[in-house]
């Protein structure tokens, strides 16, 4: 039997709706039993459709609300070649198959819309009851919702990126082949099945209800906001405490294996208890692997490049390779990682086509800009060049040029390596001298790590950021977690207080690096929101008497009191609801959709 099969080739103006007959290459709209594809374009879903064909988007395709949610209903089977997008104001809702082919990706982003900042509105999400499923290499990324999964998210080597939202609904997770889950907030009512794979919290909030199992050597939980947790393991619970001993959540873990800590710096990993060498404390500055550089028979894999081979300057010369070498970090032993993981500079981000595609380097590896060297980590400002916080391992290569000199990375202009005495840090296929030498005297442009002169190229960078159509906006998202799981919020913003409670409750939020948006600021603090004051009922609370931990100490002549987007406070004794008094909100960078 023939399957009856439809083409979407939009003619309708001004929008291209998919209700429309004329839209579709047979005239007729697509409904269950129906194989329809859309490639390289927008389909526009008026309120009240749902969609239940088998639907294959390619060539970044796009669903999109019209004023409304996206809804893939029982029947629907939506497969992903390449790259596609769902759009929709309020929700997104899946009750049928989604499937990412290998190397795909899917980006569903959720917005309030129309009702966007009214007391009492929704808070959009993204709800699933059937099954999705990512081959290796495929990428989910979900922003700006919450993800309610009560269905099945199959991560066969793929990743999935949650970042605006919590994760419930009672669901499952499958991690196998190398697989990673990560996840920018808070985790309640949700089991992860490992067999191989990495699930990394952003927020280490774990709620009510969150389980693993299957998980053994080689599977990690990720922590890359708490330094140095502690764990304790009783009759198959795992409890995670910061180093002061406040418990951020816990989970159910079954076969009860030995667990330990690795602290990281900046951040911890829980893994399997196992013997493991330590990570070198050199990190010199390199090219990730992968990375493009220019030689006079075209753009190299850097990992390909040999002793004697040519490479092209900045200023337009050839100069041959005198030495190369590479070494290799785990980062979830590594004692700094923040040290190690790479810096991202996205395509276009210094300039048009500069770098050529995403560029990626180790943080202290210099960019040259406008006549000076700059460490990448002191160019991040979180939207065009960032710092890949989720990466496990990461290989490095650097080349040596007889004089310190500039290369074209991906087109970007990048130095070259210059012995500062940390060659040790490499392991070498071929020998070389020792010959340490200094910034002040051997370097080919002047570093700079600070003042006016960093400060105008961040500026710089920011402009470039809100050309290509980053916009800071602010995350209004903030919840009240009472043990372990969100707390009801009315119309008046007052949160609900259950009857019986564990006496203490966080302020969870958004949080943002304040010199990720002025390119002036040197605040590298991470601040969630700015609290004034906290009522219950006609009691009101200065912040600084109910808060137990994650504020920053409050500055002078300030009126609010900053969390660092987990704010611990202790709840008042006969308290039915709390509101929270906010005077500022993180911030988060948004990039506009794309055209319909």
Request: aromatic residues 4%; glycine residues 12%; hydrophobic residues 45%.
């Amino acid at each position: 039997m023939t399957v009856p099969s439809e083409t979407f080739n939009p003619i309708s103006t001004p929008a291209a709706d998919w209700s429309d007959p004329a839209n579709w290459s047979g005239g007729v709209v697509p409904g269950a039993g129906v194989a329809a594809a859309i490639t390289g374009t927008t389909a526009l879903l008026d309120p009240g459709v749902t969609i239940e064909a088998s639907l294959a988007l390619a060539g970044a395709a796009v669903l999109s609300g019209n004023d409304g949610a996206v809804v893939l209903g029982s029947s629907a089977a939506v497969t992903i070649s390449g790259s596609g997008a769902l759009y929709a104001n309020d929700s997104v809702v899946n009750q049928g198959v989604i499937a990412l082919g290998a190397a795909s990706s899917l980006s569903v982003v959720v917005e309030l819309g129309a009702l966007s900042g009214l007391t009492g509105a929704a808070p959009p999400s993204f709800a699933s009851t059937g099954t999705i499923a990512l081959e290796t290499g495929a990428t989910l990324a979900i922003t700006g919702t919450a993800f309610e999964n009560t269905g099945t998210l199959a991560l066969a080597g793929g990743t999935l990126m949650l970042d605006g939202g919590a994760l419930g609904g009672g669901g499952t997770i499958d991690l196998t082949g190398g697989a990673l889950a990560w996840l920018g907030d808070g985790v309640a009512d949700q089991q992860f099945s490992f067999a191989g794979g990495t699930l990394a919290l952003a927020d280490p909030l774990l709620g009510a209800a969150v389980s693993l199992t299957g998980f053994t050597s080689g599977d990690v939980l990720l922590l890359p906001t708490l330094a140095d947790a502690r764990i304790a393991q009783s009759n198959g619970q795992v409890t995670i405490e910061t180093a002061t001993g406040i418990v951020e959540g816990s989970f159910a873990l079954a076969g009860a294996p030995a667990l330990s800590v690795v602290a990281s710096g900046s951040g911890s990993a829980v893994v399997i208890a196992a013997a493991s060498a330590p990570a070198p404390a050199n990190d010199p500055p390199c090219f990730a692997r992968g990375t493009a550089i220019l030689t006079p028979s075209g753009y190299r894999p850097v990992e390909h490049l040999a002793v004697g081979d040519p490479v092209i300057t900045a200023s337009g010369g050839v100069q041959p390779i005198v030495w190369v070498g590479q070494h290799t970090s785990d980062l979830a032993t590594h004692p700094a990682p923040h040290r190690v993981q790479p810096i991202r500079i996205a395509a276009g981000a210094l300039a048009h086509s500069v770098p050529r595609r995403a560029l990626r380097v180790s943080p202290d590896h210099a960019i040259a800009l406008d006549g000076v060297l700059i460490p990448a980590k002191l160019l991040v400002n979180g939207a065009t060049i960032i710092q890949e916080q989720d990466c496990l391992a990461i290989t490095y290569h650097h080349i040596e040029l007889a004089r310190h000199d500039i290369v074209l990375a991906e087109a970007a202009p990048c130095e070259t390596y210059l012995d500062t005495g940390n060659r040790a840090g490499f392991s070498t296929a071929s020998s070389w001298p020792v010959r340490q030498k200094r910034w002040d005297h051997d370097a080919c442009a002047p570093l700079v790590t600070a003042g006016a002169r960093l400060r105008r190229s961040r500026a710089a960078l920011h402009d470039r950021a809100c050309a290509l159509g980053f916009a800071p906006a602010a995350a209004a998202t903030v919840s009240l977690w009472i043990d372990g799981r969100p707390a009801a919020r009315d119309a008046a913003g007052r949160f609900a207080v259950p009857l019986v409670h564990g006496g203490r409750a966080i302020i969870r939020s958004h949080r943002f690096i304040p010199a990720h948006f002025d390119p002036g600021s040197d605040d590298r603090r991470e601040l969630g929101v700015a609290i004034t004051a906290l009522r219950a009922g006609r009691r009101h609370f200065n912040p600084d008497d109910l808060a137990q931990s994650g504020f920053h100490p409050r500055a002078s002549g300030d009126t609010a009191r900053w969390t660092d987007g987990n704010g611990v406070i202790h709840l008042p004794t006969c308290v039915r609801s709390i509101a929270v008094d906010i005077a500022g909100l993180p911030l988060a960078w948004q990039r506009a959709a794309p055209p319909q």
